[in-house]
């Protein structure tokens, strides 16, 4: 869909200008006449409306945010004697968004037509016009209800960011219309300067404020009933602490969409998000916390390590912790013993290419390959990043094309505490092949190892007994699993680690570790076939 061209309107509705609503009290701006409050709904009207038309909680948090940021500055005019409906802009940004409900692509024709059916004619226009792209056509927001409801929405995410930041953010959710939002940022701007130009503080006040004044039943509608101090509708028992989410830098390539989901959920409970980077931190990590390089950690329950949908994770996190074990899954046989071929950032342009497959093998088909180059380019910076005078990221790619890889890293950046590592080991981030109905890791893994003998590679860290380390899932098959995957290549279990979420159940996870064979005594032999 064209983004500035609203679809399923009749001729009438897609030309009408309506009149603006610019009725309004001396003090607040607020009419409280009766037939005022016919045409505008109070927080009782709107929290009944979002029961009737449930969407994502992220939605109405989204909502509750436009409507306070709207209001702020709703207000803010109204002091300037400038004639806002106060109510009309607070009710409308707050319920923008209901036509999702029904139809999430043309959600603003949708959300006028569940307006107007319950009969609130004046907030029709004001919540069709907030679509980013209408700026750029007839049906721009021209009253100022219209352009503050269009304004708000364009700051709030699940916070307040900068118009610049937004344009950023939706170009990333929806590339497709990329184009067309950078052509609307200029147009955005313009309306930003003509708001601030009629207050007396700016736009570097806007935050502030709003922190100046919290929510209240005004702005927030889940327990419209309960007062000011009503929380927002909790998906369990509140949490001990804040939800966290957990990542070595952005280097996941499917992380920021993980980061989002994560902050769905904590708004969801009523939770703050914690966005926690613990590279070269193994000191904030907890014992449970180990498994993959971006996880959710909800306070009293094992991490979390994919990006699922919101639906499946409220699912997971509204009821008590599960004893639901993973099945074992048997390994797969061997792939085709296939070259194997490591790469270091001092290698220049081929680590850079070396990156990229790992990243394609990665992603596969998800949605975030149609962004491939901004993926690569945060993973090689974070990986560049680790890079010292000694010891240096690695990456090793199976098969000509590549079917398989595996990642190492120095041992200070680990997510997982190691007080028995030494200074020069390295931890194993990931090891990912390709679907197939053999399995080329194991290849991959002990190929690896034998090139490492080979090359001496560890042999250039500190003194010391050089080691490799890594997290395993007893059962599990991937990311880094089953703990068999790692026996066979004479890695030896250190520690239990906790439970995790994986393959549609709990899992048991396991710290091992490979060492040199020449350097430890009792260290399994690994050949260099495999």
């Given at each position: 869909?064209d983004?500035?061209?609203?679809?399923?309107?009749?001729?009438?509705s897609?030309?009408?200008?309506?009149?603006p609503?610019s009725?309004?009290?001396?003090?607040?701006?607020?009419?409280?006449?009766?037939?005022r409050?016919?045409?505008?709904?109070?927080?009782?009207?709107?929290?009944?409306?979002?029961?009737?038309?449930?969407?994502d909680?992220?939605?109405?948090?989204?909502?509750?945010?436009?409507?306070?940021?709207a209001?702020?500055?709703?207000r803010?005019?109204?002091?300037?004697?400038?004639?806002?409906?106060?109510?009309l802009?607070?009710?409308?940004?707050l319920?923008?968004?209901?036509?999702?409900?029904?139809?999430?692509?043309?959600?603003?024709?949708?959300?006028?037509?569940i307006?107007?059916?319950?009969?609130w004619?004046?907030?029709g226009?004001?919540?069709?016009r907030?679509?980013t792209g209408?700026?750029?056509?007839?049906?721009?927001p021209?009253?100022?209800?219209e352009?503050?409801?269009?304004?708000?929405?364009?700051?709030?995410?699940?916070?307040?960011?900068?118009?610049?930041?937004?344009?950023?953010?939706?170009c990333?959710?929806?590339?497709?219309?990329?184009?067309?939002?950078?052509?609307?940022?200029?147009?955005?701007?313009?309306?930003?300067?003509?708001?601030?130009?009629?207050l007396?503080?700016?736009?570097?006040?806007?935050?502030?404020?709003?922190?100046?004044?919290?929510?209240?039943?005004r702005?927030?509608v889940?327990?419209?009933?309960?007062?000011?101090?009503?929380?927002?509708?909790?998906?369990?028992?509140?949490?001990?602490?804040?939800?966290?989410?957990?990542?070595?830098?952005h280097?996941?390539?499917?992380?920021h969409?993980?980061?989002?989901?994560?902050?769905?959920?904590?708004?969801?409970?009523?939770?703050?998000?914690d966005?926690?980077d613990?590279?070269?931190r193994?000191?904030?990590a907890?014992?449970?916390?180990?498994?993959?390089?971006?996880?959710l950690?909800?306070?009293?329950?094992?991490p979390?390590?994919?990006?699922?949908?919101?639906?499946?994770?409220?699912?997971?996190f509204k009821?008590?912790?599960?004893?639901?074990a993973?099945?074992?899954?048997?390994?797969?046989?061997?792939?085709?013993?296939?070259?194997?071929?490591?790469?270091r950032?001092?290698?220049g342009?081929?680590?850079?290419?070396?990156?990229?497959?790992?990243?394609?093998?990665?992603?596969?088909?998800?949605?975030?390959?149609?962004?491939?180059?901004?993926?690569?380019?945060?993973?090689?910076?974070?990986?560049?990043?680790?890079?010292?005078?000694?010891?240096?990221?690695?990456?090793?790619?199976?098969?000509?094309?590549?079917v398989?890889?595996?990642e190492?890293?120095?041992?200070?950046?680990?997510?997982?505490p190691?007080?028995?590592?030494?200074?020069?080991d390295?931890?194993?981030?990931?090891?990912?092949?390709?679907?197939?109905?053999?399995?080329a890791r194991?290849?991959?893994?002990?190929?690896?190892?034998?090139?490492?003998?080979?090359?001496?590679?560890?042999?250039?860290?500190?003194?010391?007994?050089?080691?490799?380390?890594?997290?395993?899932?007893?059962?599990?098959?991937?990311?880094?699993?089953?703990?068999?995957?790692?026996?066979?290549?004479?890695f030896?279990?250190?520690?239990?680690?906790g439970?995790?979420?994986?393959?549609?159940g709990?899992?048991?996870l396991?710290?091992?570790?490979?060492?040199?064979?020449?350097?430890?005594?009792?260290?399994?032999?690994?050949?260099?076939?495999?």
């Amino acid at each position: 869909m064209d983004p500035r061209k609203p679809a399923n309107l009749t001729a009438a509705s897609a030309s009408r200008r309506d009149p603006p609503c610019s009725g309004h009290a001396p003090e607040g701006g607020q009419d409280s006449s009766p037939q005022r409050l016919r045409t505008v709904p109070d927080p009782a009207g709107c929290a009944e409306l979002f029961r009737r038309y449930p969407v994502d909680p992220g939605i109405v948090a989204h909502g509750e945010l436009t409507a306070r940021v709207a209001l702020l500055l709703a207000r803010a005019l109204v002091a300037q004697g400038l004639p806002v409906d106060v109510e009309l802009v607070w009710a409308a940004a707050l319920l923008h968004d209901v036509g999702k409900a029904l139809d999430p692509e043309h959600h603003h024709v949708a959300s006028r037509r569940i307006v107007e059916e319950q009969g609130w004619p004046a907030l029709g226009p004001v919540v069709e016009r907030h679509l980013t792209g209408l700026i750029l056509t007839g049906d721009a927001p021209v009253t100022w209800e219209e352009k503050l409801v269009y304004y708000a929405d364009k700051l709030c995410t699940t916070r307040v960011v900068s118009l610049a930041e937004r344009v950023d953010d939706l170009c990333h959710r929806y590339p497709e219309h990329a184009p067309t939002f950078r052509q609307c940022f200029p147009a955005m701007r313009a309306l930003e300067d003509e708001i601030f130009r009629q207050l007396p503080w700016g736009r570097d006040q806007l935050l502030p404020r709003l922190e100046a004044h919290p929510a209240n039943s005004r702005e927030r509608v889940n327990n419209c009933g309960s007062g000011p101090e009503g929380d927002t509708m909790p998906l369990g028992p509140p949490p001990a602490g804040s939800v966290r989410f957990m990542r070595l830098g952005h280097q996941c390539p499917w992380s920021h969409r993980f980061r989002h989901q994560c902050t769905l959920l904590a708004t969801a409970m009523g939770s703050g998000l914690d966005d926690v980077d613990l590279t070269g931190r193994p000191g904030l990590a907890a014992p449970c916390q180990a498994y993959s390089s971006a996880q959710l950690v909800v306070p009293g329950y094992p991490p979390w390590p994919s990006p699922d949908p919101l639906d499946t994770l409220r699912e997971v996190f509204k009821r008590p912790l599960p004893e639901h074990a993973v099945k074992p899954a048997p390994l797969r046989p061997p792939g085709l013993r296939q070259p194997v071929h490591a790469f270091r950032p001092e290698d220049g342009t081929p680590w850079s290419e070396a990156v990229a497959k790992t990243v394609r093998l990665c992603l596969g088909d998800c949605p975030a390959s149609t962004d491939l180059k901004k993926v690569v380019a945060a993973k090689l910076a974070w990986l560049a990043g680790l890079a010292s005078a000694t010891h240096y990221p690695l990456v090793l790619l199976a098969g000509e094309p590549a079917v398989a890889f595996l990642e190492l890293i120095p041992v200070y950046a680990a997510h997982v505490p190691l007080p028995q590592a030494g200074a020069g080991d390295l931890f194993l981030t990931c090891i990912h092949g390709t679907p197939s109905p053999q399995d080329a890791r194991p290849w991959l893994l002990s190929g690896a190892l034998a090139w490492l003998r080979e090359q001496g590679a560890l042999r250039r860290a500190p003194a010391g007994t050089p080691a490799v380390w890594a997290v395993t899932g007893r059962h599990a098959p991937y990311p880094n699993g089953p703990a068999g995957l790692f026996a066979a290549a004479g890695f030896t279990e250190v520690t239990g680690l906790g439970r995790i979420w994986l393959a549609g159940g709990w899992d048991e996870l396991i710290l091992v570790r490979w060492r040199l064979p020449n350097r430890e005594a009792d260290g399994p032999e690994v050949s260099p076939g495999g």
